[in-house]
Every structure is written in C-alpha cells, then in structure tokens.
C-alpha cells in the first residue's frame, strides 16, 4: 500500500514501527479521522524505525492524533542527508503540520 504526500509516494501506511526497516527516509506521523488522513508530524532520518521508537515529540503526536498511531515512510536510500531534510521541510511548508518546527524556507535551487 502507498499513500501520496506532495509529489512522494509514501510506503504505508504502516500501524506498528514492527512492520517497517531501520532503513533512512522521511516519514510522516499520520492521525485518520473521519475517512481522510492528515499528516501530524514530518521528520527525516537514517534509520526511520529506531527515530520514530524514540522521538522527543511523541507527546505532540499522542496530543494531535485520535486513535491508534499511524506512519508513512520514503524511503531515501540513494538520497543524502540534505536531499532528506529538503523533503521533510517540502512536506512540513506544503502542509502545516502541528507538530515540530515551524517550516524553513528551502534554499535557493532546491
């Protein structure tokens, strides 16, 4: 299964960190409410699995999120830590998300 996010096709929706690889991508942190799915984080990383398991932000997601939790992930990895946080902060501009920073202007040619 896959779910779009701005121009990415994201591999999920995943219920559980156990269904997914330690592998590097961006995620997204996914509350479905009412048959539509917003989006209530957006992070990067090289090991998507084990960032998620222990994120500092998890307090926001439990605040934000009704219902059991839910992931997408782009996997990234032939991209480079630059090209990851580029995605992650495409996806946090294009979306508001409500948790985490607020979105930085990509530099310039990206």
């Known amino acids: 299964?896959?779910?779009?996010?701005?121009?990415?096709?994201?591999?999920?929706?995943?219920?559980?960190?156990?269904?997914?690889?330690?592998?590097?991508?961006?995620?997204?942190?996914?509350?479905?409410?009412?048959?539509?799915?917003?989006?209530?984080?957006?992070?990067?990383?090289?090991?998507?699995?084990t960032s998620i398991e222990n994120h500092d932000r998890k307090p926001c997601w439990d605040e934000n999120r009704k219902g059991a939790p839910a992931f997408a992930v782009y996997w990234t990895s032939n991209r480079d830590p630059q090209e990851r946080k580029a995605i992650e902060q495409e996806i946090r501009g294009q979306y508001g998300v409500p948790c985490g920073e607020p979105p930085q202007p990509l530099a310039e040619g990206q």
């Open 1 to 49: 299964m896959s779910v779009l996010i701005g121009n990415y096709t994201f591999c999920g929706v995943y219920r559980s960190t156990d269904e997914m690889d330690n592998y590097s991508g961006v995620y997204a942190i996914l509350n479905e409410k009412g048959g539509k799915t917003y989006i209530i984080d957006v992070d990067e990383s090289d090991k998507v699995k």
